[in-house]
């Protein structure tokens, strides 16, 4: 779960950081959506980060079905990366 929210994070960081720049130089058609679309998405990612790493072995068992499905989702649109990985593919 460690390497996919790493994962997430970085690419999250490469798209706000291109979104900005576009931004800097006065790109057309882009801007502040782009930039609330990928924080929101930071923030997800953070949250259920934090929700599973927090209770540790304690989780409950549902947690990682519930949960990293969420990860697993927000990590599809980069599955050409080539730092994804295939066992990140959701299952359903």
Request: proline letters at 8%; charged letters at 35%.
């Amino acid at each position: 779960m460690d390497d996919l929210v790493q994962f997430l994070r970085a690419r999250l960081d490469e798209g706000r950081a291109n979104v900005q720049s576009a931004i800097d130089t006065s790109e057309p058609n882009v801007g502040d959506w782009e930039l609330a679309d990928l924080d929101s998405k930071r923030q997800i990612v953070d949250y259920v980060a934090r929700e599973l790493e927090d209770h540790g072995a304690d989780n409950p068992w549902w947690y990682d079905d519930k949960l990293l499905p969420i990860l697993r989702l927000l990590a599809l649109p980069y599955a050409d990366h080539p730092g994804y990985r295939p066992e990140w593919r959701p299952t359903d």
